[in-house]
T-cell receptor, first 114, second 114 residues
Framework: GEDVEQSLFLSVREGDSSVINCTYT??????LYWYKQEPGAGLQLLTY?????DMKQDQRLTVLLNKKDKHLSLRIADTQTGDSAIYFC??????????????FGAGTRLAVHP | DAGITQSPRYKITETGRQVTLMCHQT?????MFWYRQDLGHGLRLIYY???????DKGEVPDGYVVSRSKTENFPLTLESATRSQTSVYFC?????????????FGPGTRLTVL
């Protein structure tokens, strides 16, 4: 079945690293995504990783993919108050008509405190 | 304005009334989507459209109607609003030229049904 699971809440101190974890079910997903939602706004693509990669680094962001365990994580180094948001993990799932739909997790709310 | 916009941003209505949420994108993206966001559920796909005049159901289509007479617009209508349709609604779009399935989201419409 389709299911993407994330923990709902994470609290970190400013300057520390944040690690947000996600498990997914569809091993055929070509890409896996992290979206960020700031208060009162829509979702914005943060980063994505191709399924044949183990790791992707983009400035303060590191994405780790463990395909065997179907586990995806997002690490934010030197977390800042501006990183406070909800982070959604998403996988692709083959749908009808050749379209791949995104299946989202419930989102992890990251709270950064001084 | 370039990008994807939604209107209204906030709407309060009563049970049984018809409500239409508007979505407009300026990228000429082929695909457009409607999601609802509810606490603990993440984003759930209501309807999507692969092109003008082509629409299809998502995971939770009951009680909703869509149309796509023009590529840039994808209105969502609640024919007879119910309290369970109180939610935040997001419109998204995706082009066909990208190798990923990245979707671009509007800012959302917060709908309250009394």
């Amino acid at each position: 079945g389709e299911d993407v699971e994330q923990s709902l809440f994470l609290s970190v101190r400013e300057g520390d690293s944040s690690v947000i974890n996600c498990t997914y079910t569809d091993s055929s997903s070509t890409y896996l995504y992290w979206y960020k939602q700031e208060p009162g706004a829509g979702l914005q693509l943060l980063t994505y990783i191709f399924s044949n990669m183990d790791m992707k680094q983009d400035q303060r962001l590191t994405v780790l993919l463990n395909k065997k365990d179907k586990h995806l994580s997002l690490r934010i180094a030197d977390t800042q108050t501006g990183d406070s948001a909800i982070y959604f993990c998403a996988e692709t799932h083959e749908f009808s008509g050749g379209y791949n739909k995104l299946i989202f997790g419930a989102g992890t709310r990251l709270a950064v405190h001084p | 304005d370039a990008g994807i916009t939604q209107s209204p941003r906030y709407k309060i209505t009563e049970t049984g009334r018809q409500v239409t949420l508007m979505c407009h994108q300026t990228w000429s993206h082929s695909y457009m989507f409607w999601y609802r966001q509810d606490l603990g559920h993440g984003l759930r796909l209501i309807y999507y459209s692969a092109a003008a005049d082509i629409t299809d159901k998502g995971e939770v289509p009951d009680g909703y109607v869509v149309s796509r007479s023009k590529t840039e617009n994808f209105p969502l209508t609640l024919e007879s609003a119910t309290r369970s349709q109180t939610s935040v609604y997001f419109c998204a779009s995706r082009g066909t030229g990208s190798s990923t399935d990245t979707q671009y989201f509007g800012p959302g419409t917060r709908l309250t049904v009394l």
